[in-house]
């Protein structure tokens, strides 16, 4: 089993924002890249967070948006969505 659980965050923004939300968001420890994506969300956040015994991997990812990423100033809305299965090269 993959020792980090990764999750990806879409992200709503006050306009003017964006650079200095992505600034914040990547001083959360377990936000690994954060990119500004044209349409209807202005960010894309990467997650990684470790696997443990003790506490399920989907909760640790909510965990990190709602103590973490909701309380930064300037976010309107987020959208996460959980990696059940990866490939990479």
């Known amino acids: 089993m993959?020792?980090?659980q990764k999750a990806f965050?879409?992200?709503?923004?006050e306009p003017g924002h964006e650079k200095?939300?992505?600034d914040d968001l990547?001083?959360?420890k377990d936000v690994q890249e954060v990119h500004i994506i044209p349409g209807e969300w202005d960010l894309l956040a990467v997650l990684e967070t470790e696997r443990e015994a003790v506490v399920p991997s989907d909760q640790k990812v909510y965990n990190v948006v709602m103590e973490g990423i909701?309380?930064?100033k300037h976010i309107q809305d987020t959208n996460t969505m959980v990696?059940?299965?990866?490939?990479s090269k």
């Open 83 to 87: 990696s059940q299965f990866s490939k």
């Open 20 to 22: 200095q939300v992505m």
């Open 9 to 13: 965050v879409l992200v709503k923004v």
């Open 26 to 28: 990547l001083k959360l």
């Open 70 to 72: 909701e309380k930064i």
């Open 2 to 4: 993959p020792r980090y």
